[in-house]
């Protein structure tokens, strides 16, 4: 009995690798196991980094916050302590982007957490 082989399937799947490397350098989209391992090892890193990414905008909008405040002589904690407890529901991206681009509008906002700022009291 002669032996039997999955040609076409066998194209399919490695033209499917190498289409999901193109654009990689050298044999890393020619060449069938160096493509497989490129791509993989790339779909890790995407995934990480989508991860990473969130993280990393987060602290981007607290370090624009924290750099209006400071002219303002307001500490980061303090002014968020203040929103929450005045139930201004404003999160981190929009606070940046309204410190960044429209300083004024985001003084007046500290100027008003300052007023109902309390001090600490000395034990």
Not at 94 to 119: H, I, R, S, W
Request: glycine share 4%; hydrophobic share 35%; with cysteine.
């Amino acid at each position: 009995m002669p032996r039997t082989r999955n040609v076409p399937y066998t194209r399919k799947r490695r033209k499917k690798w190498l289409k999901a490397a193109k654009g990689y350098w050298g044999a890393k989209h020619k060449l069938y196991k160096t493509a497989r391992l490129a791509v993989m090892k790339g779909w890790i890193s995407a995934y990480r980094e989508r991860k990473r990414k969130k993280r990393v905008f987060r602290a981007l909008w607290i370090t624009r916050i924290n750099a209006a405040l400071q002219s303002q002589n307001m500490k980061y904690s303090q002014f968020i302590h203040v929103l929450k407890e005045q139930n201004i529901e404003l999160d981190r991206k929009t606070l940046a982007a309204l410190a960044y681009e429209y300083p004024d509008e985001f003084n007046a906002l500290v100027q008003m957490c300052k007023g109902q700022e309390q001090p600490q009291k000395a034990d």
